[in-house]
């Protein structure tokens, strides 16, 4: 065995075999794609990898699978899928992801399935049972991905750890030791209830603290309308941006004529677009359906404001929040009355559901000389936008 020192785990002990998957190129790109994308132009430390996730996510899916006594070859499985998972992510992770056609879990499917590390895998495990159990499918899917999955409790543990913020401290240990399986299905004993919601308010006070702040929106709202100029006018191709990395785009970025050499211009120096106007979701009565609302209905408004202030399309931009989910969860409590939903269980996880949107607002970002425009124009995001009810 070889191992890692990480900043969250301390020594991370990994196989020969492992080793192997980590020196392929693939694998190796991570190092160079950070998890926060542009968050660090807020949070300066915010400068972690995917790379140091995925061996993370590792770590804990070794930890689960011992707690839970499974077999030594399905501890190796979890191992593998959880230094996998986000093998798929173009570079600045889910910046560039909201302008593109395929999730980065298309792409790591695709990866998995037909690139270098296609053979390294198929010398032990089946490459379609991997790419199942990162989806979260089988028996042990919700392990990798599910709603208290090993996924989330790394990044939870690590973002918070590089930004300086307190929130997203969970107690790990408490939640791995309260999983179990009924049958196929992974679920939570009820001392483990406690844990559960700390590691999901963790999640909701990190959405608008780190990746929802302000900021960091409008910056990476910039760079998506900056890529989509790129893959419009081909200067790059989504399936040229799962071989790059972070600085390779911004190369590219920066000596592509027009926009994008002005977007990236902007970011350097920190002249970023401001916010015009809002609308706070949390007024409505299913907000859902607003976060959920055909992108296209944006793209229309962005256009017609554009058109009144007598600027080009790009020049405007309406930024969705992206939403909490936290009425999908779904994984089962053990209580004395059978298996019962933790969003039954416990009345905090129910009010997360509407908690969710407080700080959720619909924004219109432009340049500070064009705000002033709207502002004289009186601009308001309700008079070109029809908002489900």
Request: charged share 30%; with cysteine.
């Amino acid at each position: 065995m070889g191992f890692i020192r990480d900043s969250i785990h301390g020594d991370l002990h990994l196989t020969d075999f492992e080793l192997k998957i980590l020196d392929t190129v693939e694998m190796q790109r991570l190092r160079r794609i950070k998890q926060l994308g542009f968050t660090n132009l807020v949070y300066p430390g915010a400068n972690h990898t995917r790379f140091e996730h995925s061996i993370g996510t590792l770590f804990l899916a070794n930890k689960i699978g011992t707690q839970l006594e499974l077999d030594n070859e399905i501890i190796e499985l979890l191992r593998v899928c959880g230094l996998l998972h986000d093998i798929g992510h173009a570079p600045f992770s889910h910046v560039s992801e909201r302008a593109l056609k395929h999730d980065h879990e298309t792409v790591t499917k695709e990866i998995i399935s037909d690139s270098t590390i296609t053979d390294i895998i198929n010398d032990k495990f089946d490459t379609k049972l991997i790419t199942s159990i990162i989806d979260g499918d089988t028996k042990y899917g919700k392990i990798i991905s599910g709603d208290l999955d090993v996924d989330r409790m790394d990044y939870l543990m690590r973002d918070s750890y590089y930004t300086g913020v307190a929130y997203g401290i969970i107690d790990t240990e408490r939640l791995i030791y309260s999983l179990t399986y009924e049958g196929d299905d992974l679920v939570l004993s009820d001392k483990g209830v406690q844990a559960a919601e700390s590691t999901l308010l963790a999640r909701y006070f990190m959405y608008p603290t780190v990746y929802q702040h302000h900021t960091t929106r409008i910056v990476n709202s910039m760079f998506r309308v900056s890529l989509k100029r790129l893959l419009e006018d081909k200067v790059v191709t989504e399936e040229q941006l799962r071989y790059i990395d972070d600085g390779d785009l911004i190369n590219i970025t920066r000596n592509t004529k027009g926009l994008p050499e002005e977007t990236m211009r902007n970011i350097d120096t920190r002249h970023l677009y401001k916010r015009a106007d809002n609308i706070h979701l949390q007024q409505y009565e299913d907000p859902g359906k607003i976060v959920e609302m055909d992108k296209k209905y944006l793209r229309e408004a962005e256009e017609a404001i554009a058109y009144k202030l007598d600027l080009s399309p790009e020049e405007v931009i309406i930024d969705m929040p992206e939403e909490l989910s936290f009425k999908k969860m779904s994984i089962q409590v053990k209580t004395y009355h059978g298996l019962r939903p933790l969003s039954e269980v416990s009345t905090i996880i129910d009010s997360l559901k509407k908690a969710q949107y407080n700080y959720a607002d619909l924004s219109l970002y432009m340049s500070k000389e064009n705000e002033q425009k709207a502002i004289d124009k009186n601009i308001k995001i309700e008079d070109y936008l029809t908002l489900p009810v």
